[in-house]
Nanobody, 115 residues
Framework: QVQLVESGGGLVQAGGSLRLSCAAS????????MGWYRQAPGKQREFVAR???????NYADSVKGRFTISRDNAKNTVYLQMNSLKPEDTAVYYC?????????WGQGTQVTVSS
């Protein structure tokens, strides 16, 4: 079955950096677009970044220029490099892929940015 496992979250000071990883299994990874979403306390889950199977990327306006999504098809892993972190980036970050109109999610990894 499809499994997405995130890692790399933690506590960081404002201005710092983190790199999140999402290891995928049960899918033909190279053929799937992959995305990152986040959910802050009391807020709805929101889109952060996406990378297509061809490597085309797009980002939420709030993270453009600070976050970079990338993928390693040999490792079935998608990454989210987060730089210049702000307290408002604090959230649980989720990895996502959509197959046949169905969304699959990881368990999430907590990112906390202190001011």
């Amino acid at each position: 079955q499809v499994q997405l496992v995130e890692s790399g979250g933690g506590l960081v000071q404002a201005g710092g950096s983190l790199r999140l990883s999402c290891a995928a299994s049960g899918i033909t990874f190279s053929r799937n677009a992959m995305g990152w979403y986040r959910q802050a306390p009391g807020k709805q889950r929101e889109f952060v970044a996406r990378i297509s199977s061809a490597g085309t990327t797009n980002y939420a306006d709030s993270v453009k220029g600070r976050f970079t999504i990338s993928r390693d098809n040999a490792k079935n892993t998608v990454y989210l490099q987060m730089n210049s972190l702000k307290p408002e980036d604090t959230a649980v970050y989720y990895c996502n892929t959509r197959i046949s109109m169905f969304d699959y999610w990881g368990q999430g990894t907590q990112v906390t940015v202190s001011s």
